[in-house]
C-alpha cells in the first residue's frame, strides 16, 4: 500500500536520478520539502542544482523554467495549487505548447507542470478551480489527471521522460489516500502511458467515465448500485489530452448508457467535450439514452462545508445520474 | 563573394586597422566600463559593412513585399538599429544564446539564418525558415530562440536559458533582449530577481528606440534610465547607433557574465525609422524631422561608412560594390520568396508534438483529419 504522496516522491527521486538534466523548481519544493510534501527528502539527497526554491513568482519562474526546457533541460515546475497557473498560463500556452509548431519541429520543450488541481476542502473560491477544460483545449499540450498510485507513479514518470510539454494534474485530497501497488508498479521501470484510459470495474449496464478524485466516488457509487443489481463500467481516463476516446466508445457500445463525472464547472467541460465526440462517433447509435453529465456546481467555490460538499459531485449524485439515465 | 579588382586602388594602400574613440557608457553599480576606444581591423569593418547593409535592404525588401500584400499580418522592421544586432553579435559566440521579441529579422540573418529563408518565412512559403508555420515573429535557429509575439515573456525564457548555460558549465552566456515598451512589465522584474539571486549568466538588454509602438518612453516610464531599473544588477547605458560601441559593451557584459558575477543589464539607445509595425505610418507620435535628423546624424550605416573611409580601411568604391552584391542577394532571395510554393496543406498539422509517433488532427469538421508527423 502506497499512498500517492510517496508514489509522486519516488517517481520524481527515480527520474532525477535517471536523468541529470531533469530538475524541479517551485515555492517551498527544497528546503521546506514540498508545500505538500511531495518532493520530501529530495533536496537533502539532490542539492540546489536539482532542487530550486523559487520566489513568489509565477509568471517569471514558469518562463524560466520553460526557457530552460527549450535550452536542453528538463525541468518538472511545481504549481503550489493550479489556481497559482493562471499567474503564468501565458508561459504555459504561448510559450511552452505552441513552439514546437511555430518552430516546424526545431525547437522542443521538454517540461511537466505540476500540482494540486480543483476543490480541496475549505479552501475557497479562489483556491479550488479545476483547469483540465482550459489546459485541455490547447493544441501542443498534452495533460494528464491521476487517480490512484499506480496513475501518479507511472504518469508522472512518463511525462518527465516525454519531450513534450505535459501539465498534469494532481488532487491535494487524493496525496494522503493509500492505494495498492503491484510489484510491477514499484519498479524504476514503471511507466503509465500517456493517451490511454482505465477500464477500473467491468460492468453492462451503463458506462461511468472520469478523472482524478471523482473515479473513486464513481467506484463507490458502483458498489452501491451493484446491490440494486445495476452493473457500472467505470472508465478512469488518466489522460485529459489526447483523451482516449476509443476506450469510451467501445464501452458505450456494450452498455448503451453514458454518464461523466467530472470536479470542475459543466459549461465547456470534459464531460461537453465526452458527450460531443461520442455524438460524433459510431457509439451514439448505440445509446439507449441521452448521455448525462456530473460536474461541479455552477458557481464559484462557497466556504462553508454544508455549500462546499453540496458543490462537488458526491456519490448519491452519481447514483443519481445513473438512475436517471438508465430511467428506474 | 568573388574579388574584384578595384580598378584606382591596391589593396596594399588601405590601413590594416584603425583605432576609434567612442562614447563612454554610463554606468550604473559598476566602477568601470567598457574601454572607450575599440579597434576595428578592415577585415572587420567590411564584415560589419555588410552584415548591417544586407539588414538594412532586407526590411527595405520586407516593406516593398508587404505594401504589395505579399507579406501578411505583422512586420515589425528593424531598419535603424543594425548596430545593435551586429554590434552584439561580433561580441558573442555561436555557442551562446540569444533571443528577443518580435522585431527579429536583423536577429534572425545575424544569427545564420540566410535572407531568402528569412522572406520566404515572412511569404508564407514551404522555403521559409519555420516552413511557413511561424512567420514574421516567430523564425528560429541554432542558439536563436526566436523571434516572440507577447510582449515581456521572452525574458524569463531568456533566463532559463542561462540557467542551463550554468547548468552544464560550458560558460556559455544568454542575451535576452526586450524593448523600451516591454521594460515596464512585470515578469522582467521577476525575472531580474531570480537572475541576481541565482547569479545566472544572463545579458538582459534593453533596446530603446524611444517609443513603445506609439507611446514615447517620457509617457510611458516612471523612470527612463532603463539601464538603472535592473536595481541590483549592474547596468551599461550604450550608444545603439554605434556598431563598434555596441560591440565594445558587449564585449565588456559577456566578460562580466562569463566570471561567474551573476546577471548585467545593457540599455542600447537606438532608433527604428519604420513605425511600429507596417500598420503603423509612425507619424503621428513623432516628426518627420526628428526621423530626418536621426537618418542625416546617426544612421549605423553611414556611420561605420564615414569611418572607414576616413581611416583608409576602405574606399567609396569597394563600399559601393558591396552595395551592389547585397541588392543583388536581396533581390535574389525575393524572387525566391515569391515563387517557393506554399507549404503542403498535409502539413498542416505537423509538428505539434516533437518525438512523437504519427496521430490524427481534426480540421474544422469531424469529417476533415490532418496527420501530425514531426
Redesign the interface.
Known sequence: QVTVRDALNQALDEELERDERV?LLGEEVAQYDGAYKISRGLWKKFGD?RI?D??I?E???????????????RPVCEFMTFNFSMQAI??VI??AAK????????????IVFRGPNGASAGVAAQHSQCFAAWYGHC??L?VVSPWSSEDAKGLLKTSIRD??PVVMLENELLYGVPFEMSEEAQSKDFLVPIGKAKVERQGTHVTLVSHSRPVGHCLEAAAVLAKEGVECEVINLRTIR?MDIETIEASVVKTNHLVTVEGGWPQFGVGAEICARIM?GPAFNYLDAPAVRVTGADVPMPYAKILEDNCIPQVKDIIFAVKKTLNI | ASRVMVASRNYADFANEATFEIKKCDLHRLEEGPSTTAVLTREEGLHYYKTMQTIRRMELKSDQLYKQKIIRGFCHLYDGQEACCVGLEVAIKPTD?V?TAYRAHGFTYARGVPVRAILAELTGRKGGC?????GSM?M??KNF??G???VG?Q???????????K??GKNEV?LTLYGDGAANQ??IF??F??AA??KLPCIFICENNRYGMGTSVERAAASTDYYKRGDFIPGLRVDGMDVLCVREATKFATEYCRAGKGPILMELQTYRYHGHSMSDPGISYRTREEIQEVRSKSDPITLLKDRMINHNLASIEELKEIDVAVRKEIEEAAQFATTDPEPPLEELG???????PP?E?RGPN?WIKYKSV?
Open positions: 530538475f542544482k530550486i523559487t520566489p513568482s509568471m517569471g519562474f514558469t518562463g524560466i523554467a520553460v526557457g530552460a526546457a527549450m535550452a536542453g533541460l501565458d508561459q504561448n510559450s513552439t514546437c509548431y511555430m518552430s516546424a519541429g526545431s525547437i522542443a520543450v521538454p493544441p501542443g498534452k519531450d513534450n489526447p460524433e | 544564446h533571443i519555420a516552413k511557413g508555420k511561424g516567430h528560429y535557429t530562440y526566436g516572440n509575439g507577447i515573456a525574458v524569463p525564457l531568456g533566463a532559463g536559458i542561462a540557467l542551463a548555460c547548468y552544464f544568454c512585470g515578469q521577476e525575472t530577481n531570480m539571486l541565482w505537423h509538428h505539434i508534438y516533437f518525438n512523437e496521430f488532427v469531424q514531426n
